[in-house]
């Protein structure tokens, strides 16, 4: 504390990320990175653009990004906005358009960044508690609010919701913005992106840090009809015009136009959530339906916060929150197979669980 902190900086509470640990020798399983690499194609278009024309700065607008992106979700490049990492896009979304007289709808459990942007934007809002399933119910948003945002699939949870309850949360809010936070989308469900030509309150964000394997080049962009992305520019450009840099742009292209190898990484993910959540059911873990390259789950016999450290004694580290309602809950990030048979090994031995 400082007498020459401002009396904003005195009451902000900033977010908290995951544990990012100097040693590479732990089993990393606590903030949804992608265990596997960024695509060959992405890595070569990077060390290509580490030249001589990095003394130019960027194109402010990213044109062949946002170009990119238009191509892949069928959108014309007006629909389309660029930052670094969808946080930062997140930040300027709520200053560009979830600040409101009427107070910002979220879920009680979500992502926990969103109420730190509502106290650095002094955005007004009101947490909407989940169903005891961790599930939305459309009828808890019937009423006045000056937005409404929710990542799909949840996070922590990994529950996702369908495209017809999506539309009907847009067509019941035809007056205020409903933004969708897609950080893993692809990992399970249908995109909400088709929908952005058919409502003008609809704003999708999406970030490259989870299923394009590249949260170390921070790009994420949002979709939405051309006044919503105006809106965002107009923050943008007020706050910093170059933030994506020219490594950042040569990358990001390059790993969207990688369809093929994006699929195949995916995939691969879906599967491996799945052998394990029948491991860890078969241990007695309850597990939420998942949609995400997550799971969270909680053990009827075993303190969440005391199953996380001992994992971290046998060098896996996963998330645990401190919060009300999920206090018992484990977020789990879905590795290579590998790491995910090492989670087993390390629980079933902590749980006396293993054979001789
Ligand atoms: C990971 C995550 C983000 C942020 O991603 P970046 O693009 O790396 O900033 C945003 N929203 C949710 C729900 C996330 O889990």
């Not at 990077?46 to 960027?58: H, M």
């Not at 169903?131 to 000056?146: A, H, R, V």
């Not at 019941?172 to 992106?193: K, L, P, T």
């Not at 943008?236 to 369809?259: C, H, M, Q, T, W």
Request: proline share 6%.
């Amino acid at each position: 504390m400082s007498r020459f902190w401002s009396p904003l900086v005195h009451e902000l509470t900033p977010y908290v990320p995951g544990e990012q640990p100097k040693s590479n020798t732990l089993i990393k399983l606590n903030t949804n990175e992608n265990p596997y690499p960024p695509s060959p194609k992405a890595i070569k278009a990077i060390k290509a653009e580490a030249a001589a024309s990095l003394r130019l700065y960027p194109d402010p607008n990213a044109d062949q990004l946002k170009a990119a992106l238009a191509t892949y979700y069928n959108l014309d490049c007006q629909q389309v906005f660029v930052g670094n990492g969808s946080d930062e896009v997140l930040a300027h979304t709520f200053q560009a358009l979830l600040k409101q007289q009427q107070p910002l709808l979220i879920p009680d459990i979500s992502y926990s960044f969103y109420p730190v942007y509502c106290s650095l934007y002094d955005v007004k809002h009101q947490m909407i508690p989940l169903t005891d399933s961790f599930e939305i119910d459309l009828q808890d948003y019937q009423k006045n609010n000056g937005g409404i945002i929710f990542p799909n699939p949840n996070a922590p949870t990994g529950r996702l919701l369908g495209l017809s309850t999506i539309e009907a949360l847009l067509q019941n809010n035809q007056d205020s913005v409903v933004v969708v936070d897609e950080a893993y989308i692809d990992f399970g469900g249908q995109s909400a992106a088709s929908l952005v030509p058919h409502y003008d309150n609809l704003l999708v964000i999406q970030t490259l840090s989870k299923s394009r394997s590249l949260a170390g080049l921070r790009v994420g962009f949002a979709l939405g009809q051309s006044d919503l992305i105006e809106a965002l520019e107009r923050v943008k450009n007020s706050f910093n015009s170059y933030p994506l840099d020219r490594i950042a742009i040569a990358g990001a292209v390059a790993a969207i136009e990688d369809k093929e190898y994006f699929e195949t990484i995916t995939e691969t993910i879906i599967q491996s959530r799945q052998t394990l959540s029948d491991s860890l059911q078969a241990m007695d873990f309850e597990v939420v339906p998942s949609a995400a390259n997550f799971v969270f789950v909680r053990h009827p016999q075993h303190k969440a916060e005391q199953l996380a450290s001992a994992l971290r004694k046998q060098s896996i580290i996963v998330r645990h929150f401190h919060q009300p309602r999920i206090e018992e809950y484990l977020r789990i990030t879905v590795g290579t197979d590998e790491e995910c048979k090492a989670l087993i090994k390390a629980l079933q031995l902590i749980l006396g669980l293993e054979q001789a």
